[in-house]
């Protein structure tokens, strides 16, 4: 077991650099086009294997048929696949954990109990999707529900004798705040509401974690930790304090800012370095939410850190300062009496345009996951005049991920495809799209752009997903897949946030079967009439392309285009709209949308995957 366990984490970091081809600058476009199909043929195969490995260590296995050699290795396995913000497969290491904590509950292993509590917990934390924005922590019931567990073992500390296993009951005790519902979800809603239940987690784990006799039973424990980490986590309320102002929570970000403060300088002075930008952002917004420092101090502060950020730093304070800081400074701004705000306005215009230029300046592989994470606050500085920008956030945002950007643009042409030949033997279907109010004429044009637009970003939710996305080495979990059904949501939110409502509608409807009967999501209102066609041709060419592509797909994982287009018509009328289908009845048209769809995806992957030049 223990040699297939490595075959497992050997086949991962195979998988890694396989997802990224290695092509050269000069190639031809055959030349790509082989090396990216070699790739998946192979990713193909590690998949297979790794399901069958799988299957074999873990799926087939119940906490009463483990044996205790069994749970060692698998116990390794998970050690090697989760280390927090760098691990290699969380979801598997999950998975593990799970069957590691009833294959303790089954032995009546107390120890193992409490630490299989834990990592249930903290595994299923990073796996986690959350957006206050859209109000989604998907995970975080269960979340609460692992470390309370844990933190229950509080009322045993005593007649438990292992300190290690201590340790876990008082790491369970201060991540109960992770079950908190608004916490990660939309603090700035109920910001009072959320602080109460947080105090309540915090106060009690503080009076064990300074307790002098916890520490005494336990020395080794790394109690002066605990007590960092917690005032850490409690700075988290300066996003609240920014838009609803309560002085008992900014009496607490003080105290624990403060802490966090002291406690760095003490390491920057041994180190001989500065504080941290963003410990010195937190002390100083704290200050002023207390009423200890003026607006025009932390603005000035602000602004120096974000005017000497280096456009061509990617270190994480760098990208924290000029990711963020702009976007503060929006905020805190509002704050300054009017003459003070109208001076500083050359500056923050400056600092916006600097953030948007770095933006487009980060490597776009290795930090697509912070340009997302920031996408709404970003977006949300860019005036109604900057359309263009808005254009290129959205496709440096596709381009993170190069096979979302291939379906993308291919289901845009397609979708164009499909459009103008409706327009040319069912004009009458079009009707009402976008606003039109009688079938397309010389509005033609305009509409076969927006058919175009709203294939190019129907996918865009999944770029805020890309550890699922990225995914090719094994099947999905059911709790990545229910991550992965969330992207219709997040492209929606993305969308209205820049303005294009009737795009978001489509990116928010493509997956749910025509006639609401399964896809996602399911319980929501009836689609907007003004755009229910886009959606319908969206919908099948978003199948089209995904089921056939044999270029980023093994062969034996693609279907042919007949077979496609029978799928198609078996499902006209529940998955499929039956117009759209209808389309497909003309034998002239299916030939010509087949190596249309060949042309388009061969162009997409050519553009996708060439390498430029740095000249």
């Not at 602000?302 to 994480?316: G, I, P, R, V």
């Amino acid at each position: 077991m223990k040699e297939l366990c490595q075959r497992y984490v050997d086949n991962l970091t195979a998988a890694c650099a396989l997802v990224k081809p290695q092509l050269e600058e000069g190639m031809t476009d055959g030349q790509i086009l082989r090396a990216v199909h070699r790739c998946a043929e192979e990713l193909f195969r590690l998949h297979q294997e790794n399901d069958g490995i799988l299957r074999e260590v873990l799926f087939s296995k119940t906490p009463e048929s483990l044996t205790e050699e069994e749970a060692r290795d698998l116990s390794e396995l998970a050690a090697a696949l989760f280390d927090y913000d760098r691990s290699p497969d969380v979801g598997i290491a999950y998975y593990i954990h799970r069957l590691l904590y009833e294959y303790a509950r089954y032995k009546g292993d107390v120890d193992l109990t409490i630490r299989e509590l834990y990592y249930q917990g903290i595994t299923i934390m990073y796996l986690n999707v959350k957006d206050g924005g859209q109000g989604v922590n998907l995970f975080v019931d269960q979340m609460g529900a692992y470390f309370r567990e844990g933190a229950s073992y509080l009322d045993r500390y005593e007649e438990i004798t292992d300190p290690q296993t201590r340790g876990f009951i008082i790491r369970c005790l201060g991540n109960m705040k992770y079950g908190i519902r608004d916490l990660s979800g939309n603090m700035d809603v109920n910001i009072n509401g959320c602080w109460k239940e947080y105090m309540d987690c915090f106060r009690r784990t503080m009076e064990i974690v300074q307790s002098p006799r916890y520490r005494e039973m336990d020395p080794a424990i790394p109690w002066d930790s605990f007590v960092y980490t917690m005032h850490y986590d409690r700075t988290q309320f300066l996003s609240g304090l920014r838009s609803q102002y309560d002085a008992e929570i900014a009496a607490g970000v003080m105290d624990s800012a403060e802490y966090v403060y002291n406690h760095q300088e003490q390491i920057a002075k041994v180190k001989g370095r500065a504080i941290g930008v963003r410990t010195q952002y937190a002390y100083d917004a704290a200050r002023f939410h207390s009423g200890r420092l003026g607006i025009e101090d932390l603005v000035e502060t602000l602004f120096t850190m974000c005017e000497a950020a280096d456009l061509h730093d990617f270190s994480n304070d760098n990208i924290w300062a000029l990711l963020y800081v702009p976007s503060y400074l929006l905020e805190y701004c509002g704050h300054l009496p009017e003459d003070a705000r109208r001076e500083v306005q050359p500056r923050l215009q400056q600092a916006l345009d600097k953030q948007r230029e770095f933006i487009f300046l980060l490597p776009r592989n290795e930090y697509a996951i912070q340009v997302s994470r920031t996408m709404r606050a970003i977006t949300a500085t860019i005036s109604d005049a900057d359309g263009g920008l808005y254009s290129r956030l959205l496709d440096y945002v596709l381009a993170c991920h190069a096979p979302t950007v291939v379906h993308s643009h291919v289901v845009a042409r397609l979708a164009q495809h499909l459009c103008r030949r409706m327009a040319r033997v069912a004009p009458e279907n079009l009707e009402g799209l976008f606003g039109l109010e009688d079938a397309p004429g010389e509005d033609l044009e305009e509409l076969l752009d927006l058919a175009y637009r709203s294939g190019l970003y129907h996918d865009l939710g999944k770029c805020m997903l890309l550890s699922y996305v990225g995914l090719y080495s094994r099947r999905l979990l059911d709790e990545e897949f229910a991550c992965i059904k969330l992207h219709p949501l997040f492209g929606y939110g993305l969308l209205m946030s820049v303005g294009m409502g009737d795009m978001a509608s489509v990116a928010y409807y493509h997956h749910r079967a025509y006639d609401r009967s399964g896809g996602y999501p399911r319980h929501e209102a009836e689609c907007p009439p003004s755009v229910r066609v886009m959606v319908d041709i969206i919908t099948v060419v978003d199948s089209l392309d995904a089921g056939t592509d044999n270029i980023g797909r093994s062969y034996a994982a693609a279907k042919t285009f007949t077979d496609l287009v029978g799928e198609l018509r078996q499902w006209s009328g529940t998955r499929y709209a039956p117009a759209v289908v209808a389309l497909f009845d003309d034998p002239d048209f299916c030939k010509e949308t087949e190596q249309f769809l060949l042309d388009s995806r061969r162009k997409s992957y050519v553009e996708a995957y060439t390498v430029k030049s740095s000249h």
